[in-house]
């Protein structure tokens, strides 16, 4: 970390013209990405820093409602057809000009892509039966299924030049490698920064892990220019750091700064601070199908994960209340369902998940348990709102009640490959729904996974409920709003009723900043340099 850092000026207009430009921009992060590659990992500090590099057809402002990207509009024919008019006169900051050919190839690394952790977004390409390109700025898409959220899929898909690699007539044919003759794109040609191509507001200047990761202004993006000449994120994990950083002027902007210091912040005229609700349920998934589970000890020899009594003496356990106000220092909501209650999908009055050590005692004695089991959970400890404080306090709950929980925390970049893998038996995760309904959830981590796994492509548990899978499959297919909706509801009540999945809470999003900036905080957590503006 620099000591002294350029502080952030705005410069006057007779420097510059109208508008003024500002210098350069600090952000300290509370999560760093694990790699610059917008394909390689579906998180969300990933999905962020891409989104300054990278477009993706369909975007999102900050309450996530749609707007034009590189699709300046689109359209569906009322069954499995979409038509999409790309954005004229977008180059890349190569200075290669963006058209069909580039998404369609984008389309295809996603299903090409070896070095992508789990199936990041060929989840989303996977349902695609034909893409055509009539001209250089129409795309029509066919899909296998109807997709009656493709548009709001897409906005989460950068799209990258097809400059970057050897090929010839670029085309949807999977089969024949879509006319790629060369070496299709890794994750480190991403880090070095020779495959960084895009056609977002910034350009990636250098990116260092665990030290920083430095953009510059793409003096060829199609939109309006950015105040900031130059953006520097620097890593700082812990919060404590990150507030000190922010007080001694090394960090113009902070995120996640926790929640008990916000009053110092309030006291402090040279700062301002931002809480904007979330749509991410913080939660555990649980081993659900192997009768041995690798992290589970029992009398019997058995995996008691398999007993829905187990799993409901679990979520009886947990005092969420307690959780949200003593971690989560109020910012955050108790978690009922998987999604916060009003958004489409979602039960209108879920059942509270009651804190009820007593049931919980007996459940586990019906299942043959009187005594408990061992058991660990996993969790990050750099990835989510005091991730390890929360698996630490669960475990000391599901101790109380005579399951003896240990705790192995690790770094996202370890364990995020490892869960993928099915290493663990019950495992901490963090869901931000990109659509803002309850299918997000739903057709991500419950399902049996499809032969396309462009369903249940995160069900590391194994859980399996066909009647759940009957319904979730209908529901994703359902272009009828409402009747969609109410699908999705009995979908949500099979999952909870089966507790495979244990809601804790809803995080929020806070952001600390100094004064003389305006920063719009983000309902799906993007820490990005477009949401900070010069104040005056």
Known sequence: MRQHALITILLGASMLSAPAMAQSLRIALASEPTAVDPHYHDLTPNNALAAHIFDSLVLQDEKQALKPGLASSWENDGKNRWTFKLRQGVKFSNGQTFGAQDVVFTFCRTLKNETKVSGSFADITGNFAKVETPDASTLVIETKEPEPLLPTLLSGLPILSASIVEHGAISYDVEKNCGVTGAWPAVNNFNDGAMAIGTGPYKLKSYVRGSAIELERNPAYWGPAEPWASVRFVPVTNAGPRLAGLLAGDYDVIENPAARDL????????????????????????????????????????????????????????????????????????????????MSGTLPNPPKLAYDPAAAKKLLAEAGYPNGFQLTLSATNDRYINDSQITQAVAQYLTQIGIKAEVDAMTRAIYFPRRAKKEFSVALGGWGSGTGEAASFLRQWPPTPNEAKTIGGSNYGGYKNDEFDKVIRTAISTLDDAKRAELLQQAMTLVLADGAFIPLHFESGIWAYKTELAVAGRADQFMLAMSVKPAK
């Open 263 to 342: 009053g110092r912040i309030k006291s402090d005229k040279r700062f301002g601070h931002v809480i904007t609700p979330s749509t991410r349920v913080i939660y555990f998934q649980l081993d659900v199908e192997r009768d041995q589970s690798p992290f589970v000890k029992a009398p019997d020899g058995k995996n008691p994960l398999k007993d829905v009594r187990v799993r409901k003496a679990m979520s009886l356990a947990i005092d969420r209340e307690a959780i949200v106000k003593r971690i989560m220092d109020g910012a955050a909501e108790p978690a009922y369902q998987y999604l916060p209650t009003g």
